[in-house]
């Protein structure tokens, strides 16, 4: 697990910084590659760096990123982020449904799209990595509480492996490797996808 000063929880006034897609990928992009300027960000994204800056500005006032001062000069500011991952409980998110939904649904566009990019670059991927990744669903019938205890179980193999920092220089032979878990219950009464 991500130590707990390396994380951020989720509040009802912090979720108003995030619950934005493009603050979502920001943020994400400052976690996995380390420090870097709206220019550079903005050339990422496809956005203009005014829209870039303004979106880092907004995520440095509710505590998420901030000026980096080991880096840059004159007018060029270097943006890194604060913590390692963020958290939300259900808590949390009932406090401020509106913005907890935006920011779930930042977060699952985000994870939709590097399934796409995955896609994309499985013709050109070496062999060895081929049974490296899936895209497997299985369809359960649990109780709530055996639901929030295979979430933990998950969580708990996934600590197991080695995290990703961009501040530690990557071992021989490794790749980076995006584990998503998504478990999904369906109430009897909500539409089944």
Request: aromatic share 8%; charged share 40%; glycine share 8%.
């Given at each position: 697990m991500v130590p707990a000063d390396e994380r951020v929880t989720l509040t009802a006034s912090t979720l108003k910084g995030i619950a934005h897609p493009l603050r979502v990928r920001l943020l994400g992009l400052l976690r996995s590659d380390g420090p870097s300027t709206a220019t550079k960000l903005a050339q990422r994204v496809g956005e203009s760096?005014?829209?870039?800056?303004?979106h880092l500005r907004q995520l440095a006032l509710h505590g998420f990123v901030?000026?980096?001062?080991?880096?840059?000069?004159?007018?060029?500011r270097w943006w890194r982020a604060r913590h390692r991952s963020s958290e939300l409980t259900a808590a949390d998110a009932?406090?401020?449904?509106?913005d907890a939904?935006?920011?779930?649904?930042?977060?699952?566009a985000l994870a939709a799209d590097r399934v796409n990019a995955w896609l994309d670059g499985a013709p050109t991927r070496p062999a060895a990595w081929d049974d490296s990744g899936t895209l497997s669903d299985w369809s359960l019938r649990l109780t709530a509480q055996e639901a929030a205890a295979l979430v933990s179980e998950l969580e708990a193999v996934v600590?197991?492996?080695?995290?990703?920092r961009p501040d530690v220089p990557a071992p021989a032979g490794t790749e980076r490797v995006i584990a998503q878990i998504q478990v999904l219950p369906f109430l009897a009464d909500e539409p089944q996808p």
């Open positions: 760096s005014g829209v870039t800056s303004y901030e000026e980096d001062p080991d880096r840059g000069s004159g007018r060029e009932r406090q401020a449904p509106e939904e935006a920011f779930l649904r930042a977060v699952a600590e197991r492996y080695r995290m990703d």
